[in-house]
Every structure is written in C-alpha cells, then in structure tokens.
C-alpha cells in the first residue's frame, strides 16, 4: 500500500506515481485474506496480472518468483512463428546469447533473421566484431563467458586472439602472480 499511497515511498514513482492503486476494499486485512486467501501456497507472492492496473482481487494472484520476473515492464517480448516469449526464454530455446538478440534487434534486423542468422554473420559491429562463442552447446559474447566463468575478459580476448581453442580459452585457469617479497 506504500508504494502505492505514499508520495514519500522509495517506490511510489512506479506504482502510485503511474495510477497504481490498492482496492479500497482491501485496506482491511480481512478482505485482503478473504479475496486472495484461496491458492496461497508457501512460496508464492502477489502478482498482478496487469502491470498497468491496480491491486485488486480480479487483478491479482499468487504466483513464483519465475512468474512474477515474466511479468514486468521492462521485458522484451518477442513474437516468432506464432510464439510470444520474452526475449531471454528466446535466447535459452535458440542457445544464442541475450545481448547478441538483443543488438540484432536493436539494429534493425527482422524478428525472423535475428533469430535464424548463423553466429558471426552480422552488418556491423554489433554482431560481427562481438566476438561470439560457442561451448557445450552455449551461445555467449566473450564478455558474458568473462562473466559466467570469472575469467578476465582480456584474457579470453587474448586467447582468442592467440589462437586457442575453444575449450581452452573458457576452461585453463588463469595463471595468477605471486606475490613480489
């Protein structure tokens, strides 16, 4: 109800600052538990259905934490032969990293040829100087593999760079300097 009613609250530019609001009815507990007690299971949280709507019991339901992160704003969906999912279970069902879907629709390709476009074949830096890798079946930049992996992206780059293979690059540990006594 803060974020929804009070001008002071961390949150309220999102929710009340946008016309969120919180069924009267439900300012007391009671009706809240009455409305939405049935389904509640341990490990659920309120979800609104309607990013865009209110807090109400037509409005709302419980749901994972999986659910609700499907269920926001700022998620990019996507339609492709018939399906619409957002843009990362995309990524996941065609094993090609997020950023790589994301800057081939940011530079204007089509839905279908973002989506089918082999690896490394891109106009322009965003695709083809990004430097994608495969492994085990995994689509990432080198900068996501730096990430996962906890390897220093200039190493990957220089490995790369140097001719190394795939597995090599992405598994040998980083050789670390000892400490100068």
């Known amino acids: ?22 069924d009267p009815h439900w300012h007391d507990l009671k009706h809240f538990i009455a409305d939405m007690e049935p389904g509640f299971k341990p490990g ?15 409005n709302c339901r419980w749901a994972t934490l999986a659910q609700q992160g499907r269920n926001k704003r700022s998620n990019h969906w996507v339609e492709f032969n018939g399906e619409r999912l957002i843009l990362s279970d995309w990524s996941k069902r065609l094993g090609m990293g997020v950023s790589l879907l994301q800057a081939r629709l940011k530079a204007g390709w089509p839905v279908e040829k ?20 495969t492994f085990k079946g995994e689509t990432r930049s080198l900068a996501e593999w730096s990430r996962h992996l906890g390897i220093p992206y200039t190493a990957l780059v220089t490995r790369i760079g140097l001719g190394w293979s795939v597995e090599d690059a992405l598994t040998r540990p980083v050789a670390r300097k000892k400490d100068s006594q």
């Open 1 to 22: 109800m803060s974020r929804c009613e009070n001008v002071n609250d961390v949150g309220y530019k999102n929710y009340g600052g946008r016309g969120i609001t919180v």
């Open 44 to 58: 659920l949280t309120l979800d609104r259905i309607d990013n865009d709507a209110g807090y109400s019991k037509s």
């Open 114 to 133: 973002a989506f089918t476009a082999p690896i490394g074949t891109g106009q322009g830096k965003s695709d083809a100087h990004a430097h994608w890798v």
